[in-house]
């Protein structure tokens, strides 16, 4: 069973436009991260975001965290054809030693 | 290496035989992570070593499924008996520390299609 859920499942946007992805869970969390999977390979860690902290930047990356609602966004601003991808939220839970992925959002970006 | 390698990069077993799947962790990474992943789904936790000890295996599907990591290094997972359902993406991670706070390092995964 998977604790995360990404919405949407789905995106396509143009190259230059902003993506956002959105992830909710069920639990309480220690963490939150956010992982990019290329087609045919593993998954690459973009950012991590802890329990007591509300927001990260990484580069283009912009994670936002709401413990209150159980929810994360990933934004990706001035996207590019190479960010075409799956991203893939994980949590990991107090005393627990394992992440629990979602599902992922298939994001493709178009030249 | 530089990164986590997993061997075979693909297997295709038939029904009933068993596999082994093996994996090198980045070097000194305490922590080491199966995971399985269906085709359009996100990883599914099997099992983690901490070194050589197996501290969490409430993922593994069934008693056909065994995982080692004997000297803290390398580990396998072995599947005996393989069904039709195994088929999947197996995803190998390390972690530097024992905590959760650290990102997981992936290796590029064995696909094994069972025939």
């Known amino acids: 069973s998977q604790q995360g859920e990404e919405d949407p499942q789905a995106l396509s946007i143009q190259e230059g436009e902003n993506a956002t992805m959105n992830c909710s869970y069920k639990?309480?969390?220690?963490?939150l991260q956010w992982y990019r999977q290329n087609s045919g390979r593993g998954l690459v860690h973009l950012i991590l975001?802890?329990?007591?902290?509300r927001e990260k930047h990484s580069g283009r990356l912009r994670v936002t965290l709401d413990t209150s609602k159980k929810s994360s966004s990933l934004l990706i601003t001035a996207s590019r054809a190479a960010d075409t991808a799956s991203y893939f939220c994980?949590?990991?839970?107090?005393?627990?030693?394992?992440?629990?992925f979602g599902d992922g959002t298939t994001l493709t970006v178009k030249p | 290496g530089a990164g986590v390698s997993q061997s075979p990069r693909y297997k295709v077993a038939k029904r009933g035989q068993d596999v082994a799947l093996r994996c090198d962790p980045i070097?000194?990474?305490?922590?080491l992570f199966w995971y399985q992943q269906a085709l359009g789904q996100g990883p599914e936790f099997l099992t983690y070593?901490?070194?050589?000890?197996?501290?969490?295996k409430s993922g593994l599907p069934s008693d056909r499924f065994f995982a080692e990591r004997p000297e803290g290094s390398v580990s396998t997972l072995k599947i005996q008996r393989t069904q039709q359902e195994d088929s999947a993406v197996y995803l190998c991670?390390?972690?530097?520390?024992?905590?959760?706070?650290?990102?997981?390092?992936f290796g590029n995964g064995t696909r094994l299609t069972v025939t």
């Open positions: 994980a949590t990991s839970e107090p005393n627990a030693g394992k992440s629990t």
């Open positions: 639990t309480s969390i220690n963490n």
């Open positions: 975001i802890r329990s007591n902290e």
């Open positions: 070097s000194g990474h305490v922590s």
């Open positions: 070593f901490q070194n050589e000890a197996q501290l969490d």
């Open positions: 991670a390390s972690s530097p520390t024992g905590t959760v706070n650290s990102p997981l390092h």
